[in-house]
């Protein structure tokens, strides 16, 4: 999931949305672009994935701004927000990453006051759950150029229908909720709840242990 949203940040960065569409109507249409290194991404949710995001993009010399409910430290990032502090991060950014759980708190998380927050040359990118992002709001911000762009592997109904207008934005990429599904996975899966059935007979600590109360 880390490098289909590194992928994702990469292809919008340089413009990949704008020549694809140049390619297909055969025009030679240059346009300048600035390094990853300039720019800021807020990673919203610093679990397994997040934090692992947040490495890969440091890796391009970014500034990493991560928020999360918990003070918990997360290495790879330059500065720890609040959730509570959403409102005035958002105008910094670049980049958008949500990595958030799917929990009544996170339903419409993306909604249209938060893209107006947003700078109009960022990007929002969601991999978590279709439900965070309203898609109604979204898709007036891709229009009215609120934002610059967008990618989505998730959506609030999937498959994606046939007549939603989000197939025809041209700032949008999408995926069809394939972000996390690289090749073995079901093994890797079934290796994993094996692994995890064995700690817990043998009464060890297991891994990635969810709180119920929490829904995460």
């Not at 949203?5 to 346009?31: E, I, K, S």
């Not at 600035?34 to 890969?56: D, E, H, P, Q």
Request: charge should be neutral; proline fraction near 6%; aromatic fraction near 8%.
């Amino acid at each position: 999931m880390a490098e289909t949203v590194t992928c994702a940040v990469l292809m919008l960065n340089f413009g990949f949305p704008r020549y694809l569409d140049a390619q297909r109507r055969h025009q030679w249409a240059p346009h300048a672009w600035s390094s990853l290194s300039g720019k800021t991404a807020l990673v919203i949710g610093l679990g397994g994935i997040g934090a692992r995001v947040a490495a890969s993009l440091k890796f391009f010399s970014t500034t990493v701004i991560g928020m999360r409910h918990s003070k918990k430290s997360c290495a790879h990032i330059d500065e720890l927000a609040a959730m509570t502090d959403l409102p005035n991060v958002l105008p910094r950014a670049d980049f958008v990453c949500i990595h958030v759980p799917n929990t009544a708190a996170t339903r419409h998380l993306v909604t249209a006051e938060f893209l107006a927050r947003m700078k109009p040359a960022a990007y929002l990118i969601n991999t978590a759950r279709g439900s965070q992002v309203d898609e109604v709001a979204l898709i007036g911000a891709l229009r009215g150029g609120a934002i610059a762009g967008a990618y989505l592997d998730v959506f609030a109904q999937e498959p994606l229908p046939a007549d939603s207008p989000l197939w025809d934005l041209p700032n949008l990429i999408m995926s069809p909720h394939m972000g996390d599904a690289a090749a073995g996975w079901e093994n890797n899966a079934a290796r994993f709840f094996a692994d995890n059935l064995e700690c817990f007979l043998r009464g060890k600590p297991l891994q990635n242990v969810c709180d119920p109360t929490k829904g995460y």
